[in-house]
Protein backbone atom coordinates (compact mmCIF):
# COMPACT_ATOMS: atom_id res chain seq x y z
CA UNK A 1 0.00 0.00 0.00
CA UNK A 2 1.41 3.63 -1.22
CA UNK A 3 1.64 6.51 0.68
CA UNK A 4 -2.18 7.39 -0.95
CA UNK A 5 -3.62 4.58 -0.45
CA UNK A 6 -2.67 4.96 3.19
CA UNK A 7 -4.31 8.71 3.12
CA UNK A 8 -7.27 7.14 1.43
CA UNK A 9 -7.69 4.41 3.93
CA UNK A 10 -7.66 6.61 6.78
CA UNK A 11 -9.70 8.73 5.38
CA UNK A 12 -12.35 5.74 4.78
CA UNK A 13 -11.80 4.82 7.96
CA UNK A 14 -12.53 8.48 9.85
CA UNK A 15 -16.03 8.46 7.88
CA UNK A 16 -16.95 5.35 8.48
CA UNK A 17 -16.21 5.93 12.33
CA UNK A 18 -18.53 9.30 11.93
CA UNK A 19 -21.59 7.36 9.99
CA UNK A 20 -21.23 4.73 12.75
CA UNK A 21 -21.88 6.60 15.99
CA UNK A 22 -24.17 9.41 13.36
CA UNK A 23 -26.63 5.56 12.58
CA UNK A 24 -26.17 4.52 16.55
CA UNK A 25 -28.52 7.31 17.65
CA UNK A 26 -31.11 6.07 15.14
CA UNK A 27 -31.21 2.66 15.98
CA UNK A 28 -34.13 0.55 15.27
CA UNK A 29 -34.36 -3.35 15.05
CA UNK A 30 -35.96 -3.47 11.58
CA UNK A 31 -34.52 -4.97 8.10
CA UNK A 32 -34.55 -1.48 6.53
CA UNK A 33 -32.22 -0.76 9.22
CA UNK A 34 -29.68 -3.59 8.64
CA UNK A 35 -30.03 -3.05 4.85
CA UNK A 36 -29.14 0.78 5.53
CA UNK A 37 -26.14 -0.51 7.18
CA UNK A 38 -25.40 -3.42 4.38
CA UNK A 39 -25.37 -0.54 1.83
CA UNK A 40 -23.63 1.88 3.65
CA UNK A 41 -20.58 -0.19 4.58
CA UNK A 42 -19.52 -2.35 2.43
CA UNK A 43 -16.47 -1.18 1.77
CA UNK A 44 -14.99 0.59 -0.99
CA UNK A 45 -11.81 3.71 -1.15
CA UNK A 46 -14.55 6.50 -0.47
CA UNK A 47 -12.35 8.13 -3.21
CA UNK A 48 -15.12 11.21 -2.79
CA UNK A 49 -14.50 11.92 0.77
CA UNK A 50 -10.85 11.84 0.37
CA UNK A 51 -11.41 14.57 -2.58
CA UNK A 52 -13.60 16.56 0.08
CA UNK A 53 -10.18 16.55 2.57
CA UNK A 54 -7.89 17.54 0.08
CA UNK A 55 -10.09 20.49 -1.31
CA UNK A 56 -10.10 21.74 1.85
CA UNK A 57 -6.60 21.47 2.07
CA UNK A 58 -6.78 24.57 -0.45
CA UNK A 59 -8.16 26.78 2.32
CA UNK A 60 -6.58 25.07 5.26
CA UNK A 61 -9.84 23.69 6.79
CA UNK A 62 -11.22 21.86 9.69
CA UNK A 63 -10.50 18.02 9.20
CA UNK A 64 -13.16 17.14 11.70
CA UNK A 65 -16.01 19.01 9.57
CA UNK A 66 -14.55 17.63 6.38
CA UNK A 67 -15.04 14.24 7.44
CA UNK A 68 -18.65 15.41 8.24
CA UNK A 69 -19.33 16.62 4.88
CA UNK A 70 -17.22 13.43 3.65
CA UNK A 71 -19.99 11.50 5.41
CA UNK A 72 -22.61 13.37 3.80
CA UNK A 73 -21.60 12.30 0.07
CA UNK A 74 -21.23 9.03 0.99
CA UNK A 75 -24.68 8.55 2.00
CA UNK A 76 -25.88 10.03 -1.27
CA UNK A 77 -23.32 7.89 -3.20
CA UNK A 78 -24.27 4.88 -1.49
CA UNK A 79 -27.42 5.37 -2.38
CA UNK A 80 -26.83 5.78 -6.03
CA UNK A 81 -25.20 2.62 -5.86
CA UNK A 82 -28.10 0.52 -4.30
CA UNK A 83 -30.30 2.46 -6.65
CA UNK A 84 -28.33 1.30 -10.14
CA UNK A 85 -28.05 -2.29 -9.18
CA UNK A 86 -31.84 -2.62 -9.16
CA UNK A 87 -33.52 -5.05 -11.42
CA UNK A 88 -34.93 -1.94 -13.03
CA UNK A 89 -32.03 -0.32 -13.70
CA UNK A 90 -28.23 -2.06 -14.66
CA UNK A 91 -29.69 -5.62 -12.89
CA UNK A 92 -26.19 -6.31 -10.65
CA UNK A 93 -25.81 -8.55 -8.01
CA UNK A 94 -22.97 -8.37 -6.86
CA UNK A 95 -21.03 -4.51 -5.54
CA UNK A 96 -17.63 -4.43 -3.82
CA UNK A 97 -17.00 -8.06 -3.76
CA UNK A 98 -20.82 -8.75 -2.25
CA UNK A 99 -24.39 -9.79 -2.96
CA UNK A 100 -26.26 -6.03 -3.81
CA UNK A 101 -28.48 -5.10 -0.74
CA UNK A 102 -31.42 -5.54 -3.10
CA UNK A 103 -30.01 -9.52 -2.95
CA UNK A 104 -30.15 -9.59 0.49
CA UNK A 105 -33.12 -7.76 1.62
CA UNK A 106 -35.06 -7.45 -1.12
CA UNK A 107 -35.90 -5.24 -3.80
CA UNK A 108 -38.31 -3.35 -2.12
CA UNK A 109 -35.91 -2.82 1.04
CA UNK A 110 -33.62 -1.88 -0.86
CA UNK A 111 -35.17 1.00 -2.63
CA UNK A 112 -36.48 2.17 0.95
CA UNK A 113 -32.77 2.08 2.34
CA UNK A 114 -31.44 3.94 -1.14
CA UNK A 115 -33.84 6.64 -0.01
CA UNK A 116 -33.24 6.61 3.43
CA UNK A 117 -29.64 7.18 2.56
CA UNK A 118 -30.03 10.23 0.55
CA UNK A 119 -32.29 12.04 3.25
CA UNK A 120 -29.37 10.44 5.73
CA UNK A 121 -26.94 13.07 3.30
CA UNK A 122 -29.24 16.34 4.13
CA UNK A 123 -29.83 15.41 8.17
CA UNK A 124 -25.53 15.37 8.18
CA UNK A 125 -25.33 18.48 6.71
CA UNK A 126 -27.77 20.12 8.95
CA UNK A 127 -27.41 18.47 12.17
CA UNK A 128 -24.77 20.13 14.95
CA UNK A 129 -21.90 17.64 13.99
CA UNK A 130 -21.17 20.09 11.22
CA UNK A 131 -20.31 23.18 12.77
CA UNK A 132 -20.68 26.39 10.86
CA UNK A 133 -23.38 28.68 10.18
CA UNK A 134 -26.60 28.16 8.67
CA UNK A 135 -26.11 29.89 5.38
CA UNK A 136 -23.44 27.51 4.90
CA UNK A 137 -25.23 24.56 5.21
CA UNK A 138 -28.23 25.77 3.47
CA UNK A 139 -25.54 26.33 0.48
CA UNK A 140 -24.36 22.82 0.86
CA UNK A 141 -27.57 21.09 0.90
CA UNK A 142 -28.40 23.08 -2.33
CA UNK A 143 -25.44 22.03 -3.67
CA UNK A 144 -25.81 18.34 -3.12
CA UNK A 145 -29.30 18.05 -3.45
CA UNK A 146 -28.63 19.59 -7.27
CA UNK A 147 -26.25 17.06 -8.03
CA UNK A 148 -28.64 13.99 -6.90
CA UNK A 149 -31.35 15.17 -8.87
CA UNK A 150 -32.70 15.10 -12.57
CA UNK A 151 -29.71 17.57 -13.63
CA UNK A 152 -27.39 14.90 -11.84
CA UNK A 153 -27.26 11.04 -10.51
CA UNK A 154 -31.10 10.56 -11.48
CA UNK A 155 -30.96 12.15 -14.53
CA UNK A 156 -27.46 11.10 -15.28
CA UNK A 157 -28.82 7.25 -14.56
CA UNK A 158 -31.47 8.20 -16.96
CA UNK A 159 -30.00 8.47 -19.88
CA UNK A 160 -27.59 5.47 -19.26
CA UNK A 161 -30.27 3.43 -19.50
CA UNK A 162 -31.75 5.31 -22.29
CA UNK A 163 -28.52 5.07 -24.53
CA UNK A 164 -28.40 1.53 -24.11
CA UNK A 165 -27.58 -0.28 -27.27
CA UNK A 166 -28.05 3.03 -29.43
CA UNK A 167 -25.23 4.61 -31.28
CA UNK A 168 -24.41 7.96 -29.25
CA UNK A 169 -22.29 11.09 -30.18
CA UNK A 170 -19.11 11.71 -27.63
CA UNK A 171 -20.70 14.65 -26.94
CA UNK A 172 -23.98 13.22 -25.32
CA UNK A 173 -21.99 10.56 -23.92
CA UNK A 174 -19.72 12.95 -21.69
CA UNK A 175 -22.76 15.29 -21.06
CA UNK A 176 -24.28 11.56 -19.34
CA UNK A 177 -21.38 11.18 -17.63
CA UNK A 178 -21.01 14.51 -16.23
CA UNK A 179 -24.33 14.09 -14.74
CA UNK A 180 -24.13 10.39 -13.39
CA UNK A 181 -20.49 10.75 -12.27
CA UNK A 182 -19.10 14.62 -12.41
CA UNK A 183 -21.81 16.46 -10.53
CA UNK A 184 -21.50 14.64 -7.38
CA UNK A 185 -17.50 15.06 -7.51
CA UNK A 186 -17.78 18.69 -8.71
CA UNK A 187 -19.65 19.08 -4.83
CA UNK A 188 -16.82 17.34 -3.16
CA UNK A 189 -14.69 20.10 -4.35
CA UNK A 190 -17.37 23.12 -4.11
CA UNK A 191 -17.76 22.26 -0.78
CA UNK A 192 -14.73 23.37 0.52
CA UNK A 193 -15.10 26.64 -1.21
CA UNK A 194 -18.93 26.90 0.33
CA UNK A 195 -17.78 25.65 3.71
CA UNK A 196 -14.72 28.48 3.93
CA UNK A 197 -16.86 31.19 3.00
CA UNK A 198 -14.71 31.92 -0.48
CA UNK A 199 -17.78 31.72 -2.95
CA UNK A 200 -15.25 33.33 -5.72
CA UNK A 201 -13.72 29.84 -6.07
CA UNK A 202 -17.18 27.92 -6.10
CA UNK A 203 -17.63 27.79 -10.17
CA UNK A 204 -13.64 27.04 -10.70
CA UNK A 205 -13.65 23.94 -8.35
CA UNK A 206 -17.52 23.04 -9.75
CA UNK A 207 -15.56 23.05 -13.06
CA UNK A 208 -11.96 20.75 -11.93
CA UNK A 209 -14.50 18.09 -10.57
CA UNK A 210 -16.77 18.28 -13.44
CA UNK A 211 -13.19 17.72 -15.15
CA UNK A 212 -12.29 14.99 -12.59
CA UNK A 213 -15.76 13.34 -12.41
CA UNK A 214 -15.36 12.68 -16.26
CA UNK A 215 -11.93 11.26 -15.69
CA UNK A 216 -13.13 8.81 -13.07
CA UNK A 217 -15.85 7.51 -14.59
CA UNK A 218 -13.46 7.00 -17.98
CA UNK A 219 -11.08 5.13 -16.00
CA UNK A 220 -13.81 2.84 -14.52
CA UNK A 221 -14.97 2.41 -18.14
CA UNK A 222 -11.86 1.20 -18.62
CA UNK A 223 -11.47 -1.16 -15.27
CA UNK A 224 -14.36 -3.03 -16.76
CA UNK A 225 -12.36 -3.83 -19.98
CA UNK A 226 -8.79 -4.84 -18.42
CA UNK A 227 -9.58 -4.96 -14.49
CA UNK A 228 -9.32 -7.63 -12.47
CA UNK A 229 -12.60 -8.88 -11.24
CA UNK A 230 -11.53 -9.86 -7.75
CA UNK A 231 -10.00 -6.30 -7.33
CA UNK A 232 -13.33 -4.66 -8.70
CA UNK A 233 -15.49 -6.98 -6.67
CA UNK A 234 -17.88 -7.46 -9.50
CA UNK A 235 -18.08 -8.99 -13.26
CA UNK A 236 -15.76 -7.10 -15.83
CA UNK A 237 -16.99 -6.44 -19.28
CA UNK A 238 -20.77 -5.95 -18.47
CA UNK A 239 -20.77 -2.64 -20.14
CA UNK A 240 -20.06 -4.31 -23.36
CA UNK A 241 -23.27 -6.90 -22.70
CA UNK A 242 -25.63 -4.50 -21.95
CA UNK A 243 -24.76 -2.22 -24.92
CA UNK A 244 -23.71 0.60 -22.61
CA UNK A 245 -22.83 4.11 -24.05
CA UNK A 246 -18.99 4.95 -23.27
CA UNK A 247 -16.52 6.81 -24.49
CA UNK A 248 -14.05 4.21 -25.21
CA UNK A 249 -16.70 2.52 -27.73
CA UNK A 250 -16.93 5.60 -29.46
CA UNK A 251 -13.00 6.79 -29.68
CA UNK A 252 -12.14 3.22 -29.22
CA UNK A 253 -9.34 2.16 -26.16
CA UNK A 254 -6.39 4.18 -27.73
CA UNK A 255 -7.93 7.49 -28.11
CA UNK A 256 -9.80 7.31 -24.90
CA UNK A 257 -6.37 6.94 -23.01
CA UNK A 258 -4.66 9.94 -24.69
CA UNK A 259 -7.89 12.08 -23.93
CA UNK A 260 -7.63 10.76 -20.13
CA UNK A 261 -4.01 12.19 -20.46
CA UNK A 262 -5.09 15.30 -21.19
CA UNK A 263 -7.72 15.86 -18.59
CA UNK A 264 -5.04 15.03 -16.33
CA UNK A 265 -2.72 17.95 -17.55
CA UNK A 266 -5.72 20.46 -17.87
CA UNK A 267 -6.67 19.56 -14.17
CA UNK A 268 -3.34 19.58 -12.77
CA UNK A 269 -1.89 23.06 -14.39
CA UNK A 270 -5.60 24.71 -13.59
CA UNK A 271 -4.99 23.87 -9.80
CA UNK A 272 -0.86 24.77 -9.64
CA UNK A 273 -1.68 28.29 -11.11
CA UNK A 274 -4.27 29.16 -9.33
CA UNK A 275 -3.53 26.99 -5.79
CA UNK A 276 0.24 26.65 -5.91
CA UNK A 277 1.89 24.16 -3.32
CA UNK A 278 -1.62 23.58 -1.86
CA UNK A 279 -3.42 21.62 -4.65
CA UNK A 280 -0.47 19.21 -4.46
CA UNK A 281 -2.81 16.96 -2.36
CA UNK A 282 -5.22 17.34 -4.75
CA UNK A 283 -3.39 16.70 -7.69
CA UNK A 284 -1.95 13.71 -6.17
CA UNK A 285 -5.73 12.22 -6.30
CA UNK A 286 -6.11 13.04 -9.49
CA UNK A 287 -2.84 10.68 -10.65
CA UNK A 288 -4.08 8.23 -8.30
CA UNK A 289 -6.75 7.72 -10.81
CA UNK A 290 -4.97 7.00 -13.60
CA UNK A 291 -3.14 4.17 -11.57
CA UNK A 292 -6.20 2.48 -9.60
CA UNK A 293 -6.58 -0.84 -9.98
CA UNK A 294 -10.11 -0.64 -8.22
Do not use: W
Not at 143 to 172: C, H, P, R, W
Not at 177 to 189: M, V
Not at 216 to 244: C, E, H, V
Amino acid sequence: MNVTEKNISKVAKDVDIFLKKFLSKKKQQSKLYYAIKYGLFSGGKKFRSYLVINSGKLFNLNYKNLIVIGAAVECMHSYSLIHDDLPSMDNDDYRRGKKSTHKVFGESTAILAGNSLLTLAFEILTSNQLNSNYKVKSDLVYSLASSAGYTGIAGGQFLDLKFEKMKVNKNLIVDMQNKKTGELISFCLESAAILSGKNSHRKFLKNIGMDLGLLFQITDDLLDIFGDTKKIGKPTRRDNQKGKATIIKNIGVNKTIEFCYKLVDSITERLKNKYRTRADSLIDSVNFLLRREH
